[in-house]
């Protein structure tokens, strides 16, 4: 297979500050560059640029960017002549750099020896690898199954024949820890592939991709698309998580578009979950996708079983039960690592003046400002407005503004005062911004000392963490209440997702949850008969409701600055639909319920409303939805300040 190592590219003479210097020699001296230079200011200051503002635009590129392919300059405008101009007046030079080399040829395709599976595992892999073309399997392995196993000797079997397997995964947080256990698996290359790349690492991924050379590609929801060589595998880990949907622009879900590229590549495409979507659960079990089950724990361990604490009448420290606190130190005595999901950043999620009971507001949505205590600041999670903390409140004047309830940075502190000599560490957006940031976090929790993790969502996706004894659910109902048809289903994953996270290495988990409705239905399901007991009266629910998997829908939203606006636009736009709908014969099966305001109705100063498209059959919806994006592209109707999007399949209803 044709690999290319080397690749053409330009680099400016003298080098940007951030790269390599010896890989940017300077023509006439032909010694390498060193020192740092004041760069920014050169394009303006060379006498030679000053009547060509092409090449000086090029030359500001290179200087800001790096050294980059003569491919990609012209892709941005920049001719051959420019660039030859420049190369002529010896302010940039081509180099050669080694971008990757051909895959190592070693006798062995694994680095180290596969682990002996067990029986459940057995099964699996035996299927998965008999599958020579289009197949998907559903992978329902409880948390600490060996899912990741599977998925390795399922990669070893296509590396033997020379496949390359694409893995896609929720979370850039944890590609670095993927990533480090495939390549010490295997000795073929493995890179990976996200959004946090520059141009430049994207682009040597897609052509190591498409070039056959990668063997191993993880990589988050826009890695679907990666071009691939010789594809012979795909598979979806976490295929539950909603971060696999692409929620602006172009809508689109990983998780779909990776089983229509596998139906496409004619390979077999693994979808794994703990906590199947409840989509992917119907089509496994009326027989679309393979249906894999692991039920054990390779360790020997259990999962943990769920513990509630009603917390109805209880005296709390700041959110925290005497129970949790006993637990805790309980876990930390015995040197173990303890885990708190809580799913709210910042220090509280509302400020309210005790003088007038006025909260403090989002001016631009229907949305109260989350205190962020550390920076002292207000800040809108809905549309990122920031703002300086009043000293009194805006209403009344009292200086007596109460934060109410807790977030991550509350409840980090309040640890600290209980627990001052453990090591804490809170993982949310907040601190999790860089790269250095998530390895000190990731070290922290290797050395596997006593610790206290505290965190939102991003904690509760795929980690293993084997020193993690106890997981903590501060506030187990959210979602209980939810509006979002979805709510429950999100709950119940959260809730086993997290509890997962503990008893992973050789000691026994624990798992506690604080609620306020300890004998829920859905809280009672799980305690009993895990996820998939609550999956089994999901389902029934859903299709009690006609709603997916078993009816489908759409979903219009419009959003203006005038409610009236998008009310009365909505309005003809379905009453027009409705008229199509009723004329075709025989009558198109669906239903087209709104304009309703959407669940948070107003965002960044805009009024937000939506219309919801319900079918039971997938033909007559689409058909309805050709004839709705027909209307809304070329009706008379006034849309130029009205935003719309249509989302099929939508995850939410907001
Ligand atoms: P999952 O992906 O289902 O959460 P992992 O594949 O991460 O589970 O496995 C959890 C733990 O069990 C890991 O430490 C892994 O090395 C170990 N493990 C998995 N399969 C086996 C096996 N067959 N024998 C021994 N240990 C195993
Ligand atoms: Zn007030
Ligand atoms: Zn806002």
Known sequence: MATPTQTRRISCATPAPSSTPNLCCHPRSGKPLSGQHDTTNLANADPLLTRAKKQKAALQHLITHGPQTETSLKCLGFSATV????????????????????????????????????????????????????????????????????????????????????????????????????????????????????????????????????????????????????????????????????????????????????????????????????????????????????????????????????????????????????????????????????NRRGYAPVILCHHCGACLDCPHCNAHFTWHKHKNCLKCHHCLTQQARPETCPQCGSPELKPLGQGTERIESTLQTVFPNTLIRRVDRDTTQTKSAMDRLREDINRGEPLILIGTQMLAKGHHFPHVTLSIILNGDTGLLSVDFRGTEKLAQLIIQVAGRAGRGTRAGKVLIQTLHPDHPVLQQLKQGGYPAFATHALLERQQANMPPFGHVALLRAEALDPQAVYSHLTQIKNRLCQQINLSNPPLSVEVLGPVPAPLSRRAGLSRQQILLQATERKPLHHVLSLLEHTLHHSEIPTQRIRWSLDVDPIDLY
């Open 83 to 342: 660039i030859e101009g420049l190369e002529t007046k010896g302010l940039i030079q081509r180099i050669r750099k080694v971008l990757w080399r051909d895959s190592p040829k070693t006798a062995s395709l694994l680095a180290e020896p596969d682990l002996a599976l067990n029986d459940e595992q057995t099964h699996a892999i035996q299927l998965i690898n008999l599958a020579t073309s289009f197949q998907c399997f559903l992978l329902d392995g409880i948390t600490g199954s060996g899912k990741t196993e599977v998925y390795l000797h399922a990669i070893a079997h296509r590396l033997a024949s020379a496949q390359q397997t694409l893995i896609l995964i929720p979370e850039i947080n944890l590609t670095p820890q993927t990533l480090e256990r495939f390549r010490h698996r295997f000795n073929s290359p493995v890179v990976a592939y996200h959004s946090q790349l520059s141009d430049t690492e994207k682009l040597t991924v897609w052509q190591q991709a498409r070039s056959g050379y990668a063997r191993v590609i993880i990589g988050t929801r826009s890695a679907t698309l990666l071009p691939l060589a010789n594809p012979g595998l795909i598979v979806v880990d976490e295929e539950h998580d909603n971060s696999f949907k692409q929620q602006d622009g172009f809508r689109y879900h990983a998780r779909d578009v990776a089983i229509y590229r596998a139906q496409q590549e004619n390979i077999p495409i693994i979808l794994g979950s703990a906590t199947p979507a409840l989509e992917s659960l119907h089509n496994a079990l009326c027989g679309k996708y393979t249906l894999l089950r692991l039920r054990h724990r390779p360790t020997g361990h259990a999962a943990p079983p769920l513990q509630f604490i009603d917390i109805r009448g209880q005296r709390l420290q700041e959110g925290l039960t005497q129970i949790v606190i006993e637990a805790i130190t309980e876990q930390l005595h015995a040197k173990h690592q303890v885990l708190i999901f809580l």
